[in-house]
């Protein structure tokens, strides 16, 4: 099956499938499924066969970590060409350049399809917010299909794409990813730039995944990653390699009575499995205090963040409010009411649960919750819009005022039809480590994809050959094997883990140090070369040691694979090599040395 980013990927490889067959196919299944609230808006199938073309005719087509795989875009981020609306038309703009992050994954060979529906500005979990009308839950139609990235969610869940973004303020990227048997991954605020993005709470707003495994997931976030200086709230956060299941996983749960099921026995029984599923993987389960999260839940609605979502649209709530869906409004208008006294306190609180839960994250790994406590009909929502929207955000509202990542994972399938899902939750910076265990937890569940009931295919195995927690390192100079300072990773615990290349992204440079180093630079996708290095593997404190030891101009960056991984080595930015020669022709350090030694 040609189904996940993965196998799309190696199909259009393989030369077995063709971007523009993929692309083609995609337009033909939104026709068919015939659901017009899933998209706002469509780009004109020509143009996206001929960029499919287009890519594949580029030489280094086949090295782009997303070489050819569609992508819907939720409709309050900017796609260059195509109208943002943010699900309410008198608001609508048609910007001229695309968001940070879909630049960024066009640069890896992804294709836009369109922009889909949400819940109006991003103030929902329901996806019944819309003018656009309310896409149908592929799973069971009575149900809400989750928002306010329903539109995105929907279009994985059914197979119209493989891949999808969404946005998650309070719990936008993973209530849909539970109610579509979907993955949905919340990164940690400031991984994935929100330039051209349009803010809901914008101290708070991330970019968001939605795919049908966490492999796929992790793909387009380390496309998507890293620091965008027209994001003032970018942060240059590493992000880790894939890992191997912890020997000694320990998460969080809640402790016994503490968590709210409004009644629903299904969903509680469900979560119970869950709890033993882990167990039988081996975790073992903490006992964890969730009050000071319920807390601070509350206080992103009834506090003074309702304000940023106001300041969005204060303009148009004063020229045009009847334009502004009624349920919207009223969250919204709230936002105006707040004093600076207000901010001030909320602030001071959340500073102090914030110490809180650091407290309770030191003696575990990651916290295990359900998504959303339990699921609700289009009817009720829409007979009970704010009540019933607030505890669909039970485990969500709380966690990017605590600044943590999240992934949300399909979990079991009740008997009435439901889906159900959990989400794991970490500080901020732990992406890498909640999907290597998440991975292996969807993949042990056997749970159909989506809502095709496609097979998970089997589990990937890791290609970096990590244990446990070691980190992976790519190494292009002197710490090469064999060279002068590769005693230094062997010291530090180092293990070879295999020979590789770089996508032909760099080029190298001979630096002006004494003795020269090599510097490797980042320059346009195509327009390089590929450069030969090694990958190693350090425990983590060894590679904190290793990576402050690192002398300027060099630095740790993220540096892409022929292969379209990802991972950690050295670089150096444009500044640093001014007046250096370039060795790139040479394709790696080792064979520059060699010639220079020989002459």
């Not at 998970?456 to 244990?467: D, E, I, K, V």
Request: with cysteine; aromatic share 6%.
């Amino acid at each position: 099956m040609t189904e996940t980013v993965t196998a799309i990927l190696a199909a259009h490889r393989a030369g077995i499938l063709s971007p523009a067959q993929t692309v083609a196919r995609s337009f033909a299944r939104i026709r068919d499924h015939n659901d017009p609230a899933i998209f706002i808006s469509l780009r004109d199938e020509k143009q996206a066969l001929a960029e499919a073309e287009r890519l594949a005719a580029r030489k280094d087509a086949a090295q782009l970590p997303l070489f050819g795989i569609p992508v819907a875009v939720k409709d309050n981020i900017d796609v260059a060409g195509l109208p943002t609306t943010s699900a309410c038309p008198a608001f609508a703009y048609t910007p001229a350049r695309d968001a940070t992050s879909v630049a960024r994954l066009r640069a890896a060979g992804a294709i836009m399809i369109g922009k889909t529906n949400l819940d109006q500005f991003a103030t929902g979990l329901v996806g019944v917010r819309s003018p656009y009308g309310i896409p149908k839950n592929p799973l069971r139609a009575d149900l809400v299909p989750g928002g306010s990235s329903s539109g995105s969610a929907v279009a994985v869940s059914t197979g119209l794409v493989p891949l999808a973004l969404g946005t998650d303020t309070a719990g936008s990227g993973r209530v849909p990813a539970m109610l579509n048997n979907i993955v949905g991954l919340k990164p940690s605020l400031g991984l994935i730039s929100t330039a051209g993005l349009v803010p809901a709470c914008r101290t708070l707003d991330c970019v968001s995944v939605f795919s049908l495994t966490v492999d796929d997931a992790m793909t387009a976030l380390s496309v998507m990653a890293g620091p965008d200086s027209a994001d003032p709230y970018s942060r240059d956060r590493p992000l880790a390699q894939l890992g191997a299941f912890p020997a000694h996983l320990r998460l969080g749960v809640p402790r016994s009575g503490q968590l709210i099921f409004f009644g629903d026995k299904s969903a509680e029984a469900a979560f119970g499995e869950s709890l033993k599923r882990w167990t039988a993987l081996g975790a073992t389960l903490v006992d964890f205090d969730i009050e000071p999260l319920y807390e601070t839940a509350r206080l992103l609605y009834e506090g003074p963040w309702v304000a940023e979502r106001y300041l969005v649209i204060r303009d148009l709530l004063a020229s045009s409010p009847d334009a502004i869906h009624p349920v919207t409004r009223e969250i919204t208008i709230a936002g105006a009411r707040l004093s600076a006294a207000d901010t001030f306190a909320a602030l001071y609180r959340l500073q102090g649960l914030r110490k809180v839960a650091e407290h309770a994250f030191a003696g575990i790994d990651a916290l295990v919750l359900p998504t959303a406590p339990t699921v609700y009909s289009t009817a009720q929502v829409l007979a009970n819009p704010i009540e019933l929207n607030s505890r669909l955000g039970t485990y969500t509202n709380f966690v990017n005022l605590l600044d943590l990542c999240g992934l949300a994972l399909p979990a079991a399938m009740r008997a009435d039809g439901v889906p159900f899902g959990i989400t794991l939750l970490a500080p901020a910076g732990q992406d890498a480590q909640l999907a290597s265990i998440g991975r292996v937890f969807h993949a042990d569940t056997r749970l159909p994809m989506g809502a095709n009931n496609l097979p998970q295919p089997p589990l990937p195995t890791l290609p970096s050959g990590l244990r446990g927690d070691e980190i992976a390192i790519a190494v292009v100079g002197a710490h090469l094997s064999g060279m002068a300072l590769n005693g230094e990773l062997k010291t530090l615990g180092g293990r070879l883990l295999e020979a590789a290349s770089t996508a032909a992204d760099y080029k190298l440079y001979a630096l002006k140090t004494a003795p020269p180093k090599p510097g490797m630079l980042r320059v346009e996708a195509g327009t390089g070369s590929s450069i030969e290095l090694e990958i190693w593997a350090l425990p983590p404190a060894a590679f904190g040691k290793f990576v402050a030891a690192v002398p300027p101009p060099l630095s740790i960056g993220t540096v892409r694979l022929a292969d379209g991984r990802s991972v950690k080595g050295f670089i150096v930015e444009a500044a640093d090599v001014a007046g250096a020669r370039e060795i790139s022709a040479f394709g790696g350090w080792r064979a520059f040395v060699a010639e220079a030694a020989a002459g």
